[in-house]
């Protein structure tokens, strides 16, 4: 949700469960501090998207504090020293990453999120999703038989052969494309090639 003023500056941007019961909490007037009455009092109208999962919310609140910075998300506001989500761009099949600190590394850069618990939710969910490796490059290089992420299905395997390298890509395009908010693209995406892969009889690809 997003909460302006009368001149529509955005003022603060959240995300709530239950946005009816945040909405309550706020029109009661019973606040923490003196910092959220003030907030308050200032918000002359809200807006509200809903989205389909707990990771997209996420994802939506830092995008939109990253590009709004509302006065009052106080903890978002100093980004260097909050957590993002780096797709790397520097190797021939990208691991993604939790990073903080100085954005020196060549990549896709998402966020910043308010916590790196915030952050580990969405990798994990991502890695189920797009099976994108989160090892290091010394530890890819390495690699002569696929490890247990690939095993318990979170990683492609591209370090040993198990995708080819444009099949990998492919991957990495659809994740940049989820975590940079076109999710239904995706999601449009991932539906039509399980349909093709079960037409086809390949059941595991499908999966």
Do not use: W
């Not at 809200?46 to 990253?66: C, D, G, H, S």
């Not at 998300?73 to 780096?86: A, E, G, H, Q, T």
């Not at 600190?101 to 890695?127: C, E, H, M, W």
């Amino acid at each position: 949700y997003r909460m302006m003023n009368a001149a529509g500056d955005v003022l603060y941007v959240g995300k709530a469960r239950s946005l009816k019961k945040r909405v309550t909490n706020y029109a009661q007037g019973r606040f923490h501090t003196a910092r959220i009455g003030r907030m308050v009092r200032e918000t002359a109208t809200m807006e509200f998207v809903v989205t389909r999962t707990e990771i997209e919310a996420l994802l939506l609140e830092a995008n939109l504090i990253k590009r709004l910075r509302p006065r009052f998300n106080v903890l978002m506001r100093d980004d260097k020293s909050f957590p993002y989500i780096l797709l790397t761009g520097d190797h021939v099949s990208p691991g993604i990453y939790k990073h903080r600190g100085a954005r020196s590394r060549k990549g896709d850069y998402f966020g910043p999120f308010a916590s790196a618990g915030a952050v580990g939710r969405t990798i994990n969910s991502l890695q189920r999703a797009f099976l994108l490796r989160s090892c290091t490059d010394s530890f890819y290089e390495n690699r002569t038989r696929p490890c247990l992420l690939y095993q318990i299905k979170r990683c492609a395997g591209p370090c040993t052969g198990e995708i080819s390298h444009q099949g990998y890509a492919e991957l990495v395009a659809e994740a940049k494309d989820f975590l940079s908010g076109r999710s239904q693209k995706v999601k449009t995406e991932i539906s039509a090639a399980m349909q093709q892969a079960s037409q086809e009889l390949d059941f595991e690809r499908a999966a």
